[in-house]
């Protein structure tokens, strides 16, 4: 090979570099275009419906009348919907998480429920919507509530829930088990006391995220009915709902511009919630880090 | 640590139980006041059905609650297919339809023992539109336009010299409603006639705006979609006068406006829009008085939010079709038919033997 010689050696290098600089030419017009594309959805966003946002449009809900229409009940509706999810998918994703990864036996069983959990988390959303419908509404006569949605939902996001809890598990060293173990500890204090807590950033992490993909859904949310014109606060678990997602599904699609600035200005309430949930996951990993490393 | 952790999870749950309590106490109360009449009205009335009768319900709703505080109605966007398969399941008390019922959507009520009421609630004209560059077409007939959207016009009739002899040469690209929706149904059998038959080559969209943007950026477009569309946008978009040859309508072509909805002119592609009212969710006094408000302030409300109303002697006929409890379809739930007056439809039903109790 030529560059065994030195002056072999000198073009290799050269043409290496060369193509390390093309490379980061091109990598960095990727980011730029992408960014580019972001900025300019972002300022259209906005400049559209900066002018609406306002305390009415917090306080006031549904109305033919763009002016009047607001996100009071949208915005509830998304928070309560939210919570119930969390509160359905977080024990049994994280308990299955901890099942498979802590207890069970490695065998052609466990293997056949990863793959199909992995399978899961590609299923398009829709999918679970008609599932809602059919289990959830009809047959457990859920009706069209929130309770039914908050099902739909956590259904959906349970794989998403399931692969980072137990990617979250896996990080945590054996050395770790071990030593718990050999203290005399078993395996539910050393998964309780020792695991767990090492573990927890990356699975909240996870579970933070799972929760924003599902608050920015529409599709299963429509499926299994959720209602487009609601003012009435949901009053529990049976309580007819809407969210912001579907708000702004129907306001986009109205005749008015008026109504798209609506729709504008509620995309910019779903992109602060949805910030504010991600920020939420970065705080709480950074914290329980800081604590680990005490 | 870990107390403290158990303790923000229990303030969770406990935080989410606070915010969704109460739910029990206030179902009571429903149940109550529901027995007696003449009390303040309450309850939740649930109302589904077509995108474009969407803006008549919420309308409706937005009034009526102000009436009746402790009465909530929702109102979701299914589609009017989507709408009459909840409603057959009994799943919903009002659906709103931008055609009428078809059979086998009424033999989905019959099966489950659902009895409907069908009410007319205003028009709607279905524009034909075209990009304003557009200068050559002013004007077509129906039977050009099935020329275009027929199913045999698949990959054949795709360039505006076809349409008419003396049409430039320039390429037809094709905008409408998606094929779930009432208004895909009412199109084709108005203009092709048969319901569902289209030509399958075509940008559909059950998002009107896309189809408006679609027209607005390409010369050579045609869409067809509910007017309110075409109104919001006519600084971007051109409406086609519509020919159906047939004098009786009136000689030539002529524009989606109002007048010419009422008189019966801007024929086929004036259509009526619907609520069917399940007649045992109307036993519930609510359910009746919501009814019976959407007919009376029909003619103020359907105007606002962008449709015509349907003349005084046809909402008049509708009363007494929810007071005598007059079940099925004027239209013998054959779908959409095109050309109806509504006043010699619901005035024959009248006259006669009650044209659709034969179907019970």
């Known amino acids: 090979m030529s560059h065994f010689t030195e002056a072999g050696l000198a073009r290799w290098h050269a043409r290496e570099h060369r193509r390390e600089a093309i490379f980061q030419v091109v990598g960095a017009l990727v980011v730029f275009t992408a960014m580019l594309m972001l900025a300019v959805l972002l300022t259209k966003i906005l400049l559209d419906g900066f002018a609406r946002l306002g305390w009415d449009f917090f306080a006031q809900s549904s109305s033919r009348f763009a002016d009047r229409a ?51 988390a590609g299923v398009p959303s829709i999918i679970y919507g008609l599932l809602g419908l059919q289990v959830f509404v009809r047959t457990l006569s859920m009706d069209r509530s929130l309770i039914a949605g908050a099902c739909t939902l956590a259904l959906l996001i349970l794989p998403v829930i399931i692969t980072a809890a ?85 306001w986009i699609s109205r005749p008015q511009a008026a109504f798209h600035e609506n729709a504008a200005a509620g995309i910019i309430v779903l992109l602060a919630l949805l910030l504010t949930l991600n920020a939420a996951a970065i705080y709480l990993r950074n914290r329980y880090q800081k604590r680990l490393a005490i | 640590m870990g107390m403290k952790r158990a303790r923000v999870f229990l303030g969770i749950v406990a935080l989410a139980g606070l915010l969704l309590g109460g739910c029990g106490e206030k179902k009571e109360g429903t149940e109550s006041a529901e027995s007696g009449a003449k009390q303040a009205l309450s309850g939740k009335i649930v109302v589904d059905g077509s995108s474009t009768v969407l803006p008549i319900s919420e309308a409706m709703g937005e009034e009526f609650q102000n009436q009746h505080p402790e009465v909530t109605v929702a109102v979701g966007k299914s589609g009017t297919g989507g709408g009459f398969k909840k409603f057959a399941n009994g799943e919903i008390d009002i659906t709103g339809a931008s055609r009428p019922i078809r059979e086998d959507e009424d033999a ?118 509910g007017v309110a569309y075409y109104v919001e946008n006519k600084d971007r978009l051109k409406a086609v006068a519509i020919d159906d040859e047939n004098p009786n309508n009136g000689d030539g072509a002529f524009l989606p406006t109002e007048e010419n909805v009422l008189n019966g002119t801007y024929q086929p592609l004036s259509r009526p829009l619907f609520l069917y009212v399940n007649v045992k969710a109307l036993e519930r006094p609510e359910v009746r008085a919501f009814v019976l408000f959407c007919i009376e302030k029909a003619p103020q409300l359907v105007r606002e939010v962008g449709y015509i109303p349907l003349p005084d002697k046809v909402y008049q006929l509708a009363r007494e079709r929810v007071e005598k409890r007059i079940t099925g379809s004027a239209f013998g739930a054959h779908g959409s038919q095109v050309g109806v007056r509504l006043e010699d439809l619901y005035k024959i039903e009248e006259q006669g033997a009650h044209g659709t109790q034969e179907r019970k």
């Open chain 1, 70 to 120: 607001g996100v009071k009940v949208a915005l509830v509706g998304s928070f309560y919907l939210m919570i119930l999810t969390a509160l359905i998918a977080v024990p049994i994703g994280v308990g299955a998480a901890i099942y498979l990864e802590e207890f069970a036996k490695r065998n052609w069983w466990t293997r056949l429920i990863e793959i199909n959990i992995t399978n899961l």
């Open chain 1, 166 to 250: 137990r990617e979250g598990l896996r990080t945590v060293p054996n050395s770790l088990r071990y030593g718990s173990l050999a203290l005399g500890a078993t395996q539910w204090q050393t998964v309780r006391y020792t695991v767990l807590p090492v573990a927890m950033p990356s699975i909240l992490t996870g579970v933070i995220l799972a929760l924003s993909r599902a608050i920015g859904e529409t599709a299963p949310l429509l499926v299994i009915g959720a209602y487009v014109y609601l003012t009435r606060l949901p009053e529990g678990l049976t309580s007819p709902f809407t969210t912001l997602p579907v708000q702004i599904y129907d």
């Open chain 2, 108 to 225: 989905a009520c019959k099966q489950n023992g659902i009895e409907y009421i069908e009410i007319p609630i205003a028009y709607d004209a279905l524009a034909v539109v075209v990009n304003p560059k557009n200068t050559w077409c002013d004007s077509l007939t129906v039977s050009e336009l099935k020329k275009i959207w027929a199913p045999e016009a698949r990959g054949k009739i795709t360039n505006w010299s076809q349409v008419r002899p003396g049409f430039p040469n320039k390429p037809l690209q094709l905008f409408g409603a998606g094929t779930d929706s009432g208004t895909f149904d009412y199109f084709t059998a108005a203009i092709v006639g048969e319901e569902k038959a289209s030509r399958p080559d075509y940008t559909a969209s059950e998002d009107d705006n896309i189809l408006v943007q679609g027209v607005a950026s390409n010369e050579g477009a045609l869409g067809y979609f």
